[in-house]
């Protein structure tokens, strides 16, 4: 039976928790992902726990942090003056914002602290220094 190697269209079903138990993603209920491996259109180790696997084959992978969306940086959190704002937006602890990077990309951003002259913006990922475990499914291999 053949095993999916880089270069591989692959079309999977998975499910993705944090060390508690809580479900962050899945594709339950929707089509399988596909995805070219070694493109690297997923996450490095997601794509290193589905190489290898044969059309049909379920396995649960651990994946480091590291091998995920990396280490928290504490460089990404950023002040910014409340003046800044935008005047119609209250700021609110956890509310997701989007920002323009200098070079004009846009960057998803949350709101974790709110202070009276300013707001403090984390520009890291929200699953960034978390170790994920994936139940996937090989569902074809094209």
Known sequence: MAEAQKGDTVHIHYTGRLDD???????????????????GKVIP????????MAEG????????????????????????????????LEPEVG????????????VQVTIVKVEEEQVVLDANHPLAGKDLTFDIELVKIA
């Not at 509310?95 to 846009?106: E, I, K």
């Open 21 to 39: 138990g809580t479900v962050f993603d899945t594709s339950e209920n929707r089509d399988p992902l596909g995805f070219v491996l070694g493109e």
């Open 45 to 52: 180790g997601f794509e290193a726990a589905v190489q290898g």
């Open 57 to 88: 084959e379920q396995k649960t992978a651990t994946i480091e942090s590291e091998q995920a969306y990396g280490p928290r940086r504490d460089e990404l959190l950023l002040e910014v003056e409340r003046e800044r704002m935008p005047d119609d």
């Open 95 to 106: 509310q997701p914002l989007q920002m323009q990077t200098a070079d004009g990309q846009t």
